[in-house]
């Protein structure tokens, strides 16, 4: 990079910073006004006439206005006169050390392959993060995006410190009635969540509920179970009651419309079990005889 387009960059920066300035010196000044127009209000009688102590009052709006004036002028002529004013200014070999950064905007990009933001803490309070993000309206406390991988990736530390083999490495909780701790969705051809394993003895996904539903499905299809071992099962079931409940249908007896496809088992208003043995409009039904005991 030569002098010239270094002196740019430089430039550049330094016009970004008051724009910056002058944005918060904006929202100062309009906060700043609203004060004064409450004094006004507060000031003048309703008569017109301004009485001594309400003079006291407008000498201090007055003070209050050339201090505004003032503030801004020291500001905006200290950058722009004042070259070498030292700025906030990070890189590789020259960093910010700081107990505490307040900014309305901080941006930080990485050309290495390293982190844009890392944040580290040592704390076993899960609200004190290493990184923190929160939003004080209805959008998102963070958002993850990229162009190639993962928006958002989170890691568990065992005892040994082996990366993604301890703890658990995202936690999504909600406190609203009706609402998912987390959400999964897909905009397009694919799974909202998908959940992966390796051991023998664990699941893929793990939904537990002590009082209702531990793992519910909803859609055109509810559950669908394959097993993709020739040894494995579709779908196993255990129960302290029972291993599976059919709930009964409205009518009685076999269906009599819609397309049905072979294999499909009904049970119908008076418990009666059916199978359909051949597919069709509405396919062969055949019922299962049980004999009580």
């Known amino acids: 990079m030569t002098d010239t387009e270094q002196i740019l960059l430089e430039l550049m920066a330094r016009v ?10 904006e929202q100062e000044n309009h906060v700043l006004q609203a004060k004064v127009e409450k004094l006004d209000r507060e000031v003048l009688p309703s008569s017109g006439m301004i009485t001594q102590s309400s003079d006291k009052l407008l000498s201090r709006r007055r003070v ?9 002028a ?21 960093d910010i050390s700081a107990n505490n950064v307040y900014a309305h905007y901080v941006g930080a990009a990485s050309l290495d392959g390293g982190y844009g933001i890392s944040g580290q803490t040592m704390t076993s309070v899960e609200s004190f993060a290493g990184v ?14 990229s162009d190639g991988g993962r928006g958002v990736v989170g890691e568990g530390f065992n005892s040994a ?20 701790g987390v959400y999964g969705l897909h905009t397009d051809a694919g799974a909202g969540v998908i959940g992966d394993a390796n051991a023998a003895d664990q699941a893929g996904v793990l939904g537990r ?7 519910r499905g909803r859609g055109r299809i509810g559950v669908v179970g394959e097993s993709v071992s020739i040894g494995g099962y579709g779908g196993q079931f255990e129960g302290g009651k029972a291993q599976l409940r059919l709930v009964p249908r ?6 009599t419309t819609g ?20 597919a069709g409009t509405p396919g062969t039904w055949r019922k299962v005889s049980t004999t009580t005991t």
């Open 16 to 25: 970004d910073a008051l724009e910056q300035r002058n944005t918060v010196l």
């Open 132 to 145: 923190h993000g929160s939003n004080l309206s209805t959008g998102a406390g963070m958002y993850g995006v």
């Open 161 to 180: 410190g082996v990366v993604g083999r301890g703890l658990v490495g995202v936690v999504g909780e909600s406190g609203a009635p009706g609402y998912s």
């Open 209 to 215: 509920n002590g009082a209702g539903h531990g793992l």
């Open 259 to 278: 397309s049905h496809l072979k294999g499909e088992m009904l049970l119908d208003r008076n418990a009666t079990l059916w199978i359909c043995t051949v």
């Open 64 to 72: 209050l206005h050339r201090a505004m004036q003032a503030t801004a």
């Open 74 to 94: 020291t500001v905006v002529a200290g950058v722009l006169v004042n070259r070498d004013t030292p700025e906030a200014d990070a890189s590789h070999s020259n």
């Open 250 to 255: 409205g009518a009685a007896g076999k269906p």
